[in-house]
């Protein structure tokens, strides 16, 4: 079993939809959670982290289940530009930072 | 550009040759982290270090993986022997502050390997 697990997509939505990524990790030691985003051909940036009374930026809400084990992440009013691959990592072991990523989910956002 | 610079960014080699990819962090970070990438599949770890402490390398890593920080600066990705499934974007990434969990990314370095 992955460590992290994404359901990889494509999720083809038109602009203005709500759309939810959920994200499924292993180990139950994880202590805290992220959200990336990956342009096409591009470097992967911190979106936002995950915290345990979930938490929102913007359009962008994030939310974790530890009992579960899985992350969500929903877009609400969904841009253009929202189009992307969402990664989701986790931290392993607390103290190192052993930051492991998933595969992703890509979101296409159409007109 | 202050940004983490990897070099070479392109690397076409034969089966069999070694390669060296050469990671710049951001200045004064001192987590760095090393990160393979293949098409349609996440950045997956290889290794990291603590200025010039390697923490762990990934068990999936064969020996023919070696990578080295040893002024706690710059770091070397060296690969040996190549093969054609390590054909793969090798990302380097640092940090100054772990508990945020936001690393900073190269570019990265394409491996092609025929």
């Known amino acids: 079993r992955k460590e992290v697990e994404q359901d990889p997509g494509p999720f083809n939505v038109p602009e203005g939809a709500t759309v939810a990524f959920n994200c499924t990790y292993s180990n139950s030691a994880s202590q805290s959670f992220f959200w990336y985003r990956q342009d096409c051909r591009k470097e992967p940036k911190l979106l936002m982290s995950?915290?345990?009374s979930g938490n929102e930026d913007g359009r962008f809400t994030a939310q974790l289940n530890r009992a579960s084990q899985y992350i969500s992440l929903l877009i609400r009013d969904s841009k253009l530009s929202d189009s992307a691959t969402y990664l989701c990592v986790v931290n392993e072991e607390d103290s190192s930072y052993k930051l492991i990523f998933g595969s992703g989910t890509r979101l296409l956002v159409r007109p | 550009d202050t940004g983490v610079s990897q070099d070479p960014r392109h690397k076409i080699t034969k089966r069999g040759q070694n390669v060296t990819f050469r990671c710049d962090p951001i200045s004064e970070h001192n987590r760095l982290y090393w990160y393979r990438q293949t098409l349609g599949q996440g950045p997956e770890f290889l290794t990291y270090f603590q200025n010039e402490a390697q923490l762990e390398k990934s068990r999936l890593l064969s020996d023919r993986f070696s990578a080295e920080r040893p002024k706690g600066s710059f770091s070397t990705l060296e690969i040996q022997r190549t093969e054609q499934g390590d054909s793969a974007m090798y990302l380097c990434a640092s940090t100054l502050r772990v508990n945020t969990g936001e690393l900073f990314f190269g570019e990265g370095s394409r491996l092609t390997v025929l």
């Open positions: 995950v915290y345990s």
